[in-house]
């Protein structure tokens, strides 16, 4: 049996964010031919062997009582994007515009006293 190319590493979030690892292991998954549906439990075995003993508890933990080797790797590398990178939340995205909108205001008005008192 012939060698894999390449490595892939544990997936450690202090080294890398959820979404690049996830890349790279797709790369790892093109480079050794583990694509399409007939390499489904093949790429779903890799990364559940690869991912490192952090996260395979933490998607034991996500998917209880499901346990990960019933789900594909599409929706377990999707169980963990939800916990490693979740959405921003709808709250926040508003009061970053506001402040954002806010600090527009104060920039204008300044300008404009500032602009005053030059005149």
Not at 35 to 59: C, I, M, Q
Request: aromatic content about 8%; some cysteine; glycine content about 6%.
């Amino acid at each position: 049996m012939a060698g894999l190319l390449g490595k892939i590493e544990q997936y450690d979030p202090e080294v890398e964010e959820w979404p690049q690892y996830i890349e790279r292991l797709e790369h790892f998954f093109k480079a050794n031919g583990i694509v399409g549906e007939a390499n489904a439990d093949k790429r779903r075995s890799t990364f559940l062997t690869v991912v490192g003993p952090a996260p395979y508890k933490l998607l034991r933990s996500l998917l209880a009582p499901t346990r990960p080797d019933e789900k594909t790797f599409e929706q377990l590398a999707a169980t963990l994007a939800s916990h490693y990178s979740p959405a921003p939340s709808e709250v926040v995205q508003r009061l970053r515009s506001s402040l954002t909108l806010g600090s527009g205001l104060q920039e204008s008005q300044s300008q404009r006293s500032l602009q005053s008192c030059v005149d």
